[in-house]
């Protein structure tokens, strides 16, 4: 512990030469780059931020979905306290308003001086690495109208929080806060067709995709074909991340902004999977984080607990802006930070399908409350149900090919209300410990305390029958009879009491 304390060094803030601050936002990816230990590709330019900067190896985000997360990020507050938990929620008719107190970071940063950005960090690049305007999409995804970069955020708030795309437009010797906003994991989806293209892309920048054969998955999936294949081809959107990164740094580089920068870099959470995104366990929560910048001990590496959340009041702190009372992030680069004993994290509806899962996470053990125990782990999700892996599975299933293991962790008909891990020797939690009476006691303090922060974040009632059916009109009579009938489905079961 005193090891770690000493590398907590305060940044010097000059009133002349304040750091500008660039955040790294990446899509559906958890910490698969080489300074974490991933050896099937090489990651050269994340890996050269955590030489030269602080990677954590303990960062959690407190929601497994891009809007929750984002929304959490964004303010430097939990989701659940702000009630922006649902995925894609206040999107209807019935809005979602931030309590009075709380402010988006992007606008402190506005009010001290600082030019807000948020897009590609490369003026002729989007968010994918490619150039503006190549292939088709929604306003604001694939090169068509606006260059800002994803918010996705559940709540109501102004626009004018960001002056631009890019840093480009501030004025001379003016600070900047800047997001870059990559989409990570999600380069790989798509139609059949798309992920042809995705792989020819890779071949075209890169060389040569990654070799299927020699991707490691979690136990628990099968090391069948369609599986190998996405799961290599994510590899690939971590190495075409990579590149973007470099980019942005060698532009950073050339105009003498790289040594007053300090850069974070971050995904909002694991690989899009099963078992990952959406969900609580390392798998969907645990993610990369690397702080480079002045100040910052090269080649350091903390491993303490962290939240997502902490990344707006460390960054307000190393422009001099000081950290809002109200703000429950913490600044983990302070002088005499102490450090979290707990990282807390929650699951919500997610699109048409409603959940409810809590989870904290110990030094050596992860809790995890689910809620509606009666219902399965791949509860219907249009979403989920229409990506390639997760329909072999399903067949898999069906035709009785899966492991045992499998079939139980991800087929079960219902859930344990309760799960325990030791994340030391049970790298995937497949081995839950919440009914071994030889951890009765830690099972009871893990409760205890998840109920204690519980109430500290002012953990939200359900959601009521109203905001669902104000947020479920954006996806009625759109010709997918599939989320229709999941929507009826829910009603049903929380009518049942699941």
Known sequence: MRALL???????????????????????MSANFGCYGEQAIATPNVDRLAKEGMRFSRAYVTAPVCSPCRSALITGMYQTTIGAHNHRSGRGELKIHLP?????????????????????????LDFRGLPYGAGKGKKGKAGAGSRLGKTDYNFEWDPSIYDSYDWAGRKAGQPFFMQVQLHGGKLREGAEAARVQFRARVVR????????????????????????????????AARLTDVHVGRVLARLEKEGLLANTLIVFMTDHGISHARGKQFLYEEGAHIPLVIR???????????????????????????GLGVPSWMQGKDILAPGYAMREEAYSAR???????????????????YIRNFHPERPHLQPCAYKDGKQIVQQLR????????????????????????????LANDRWQVRNLAEDLAYATVLSEHRRRLDAKLFATK????????????????????????????????????????
């Open 6 to 28: 000493c590398l907590i060094i305060p940044l010097t803030i000059l009133a002349a030469e304040r750091p500008n601050v660039l955040w790294f936002v990446v899509d559906d």
């Open 100 to 124: 009075a107190e709380v402010t988006p970071t992007p606008k402190l940063f506005q009010q001290g001086g600082y030019f807000t950005c948020i897009g590609s960090g490369l003026p002729d």
């Open 205 to 236: 920048e890169l060389g040569a995709g990654t070799d299927p054969a020699k991707v490691n998955l979690p136990p628990y999936y099968p090391r069948d074909p369609v599986l190998l294949q996405d799961w290599a081809d994510y590899l690939d």
């Open 293 to 319: 910048g002045p100040g910052i001990p090269a080649g350091a590496v903390r491993s303490d607990l962290v939240e997502q959340i902490d990344l707006a009041a460390l960054s307000l702190a190393a422009a």
């Open 348 to 366: 919500d509806r997610c699109d048409e399908t409603t959940e409810k899962i809590r989870s904290l996470r110990t030094d050596k053990f992860i």
């Open 395 to 422: 067949e898999l299933h069906a035709k009785g090919k899966l492991s045992e293991l499998s079939e139980k962790l991800l087929f079960s008909p219902t859930r344990p209300r309760e799960e325990l891990y030791e």
């Open 459 to 498: 953990d939200p009632a359900p959601e009521s029958m109203a905001m669902y059916d104000s947020d479920m009109k954006v996806y009625l009579g759109k010709g997918n009879p599939e989320i229709e009938h999941n929507i009826a489905q829910m009603k049903k079961w929380a009518a049942e009491g699941k």
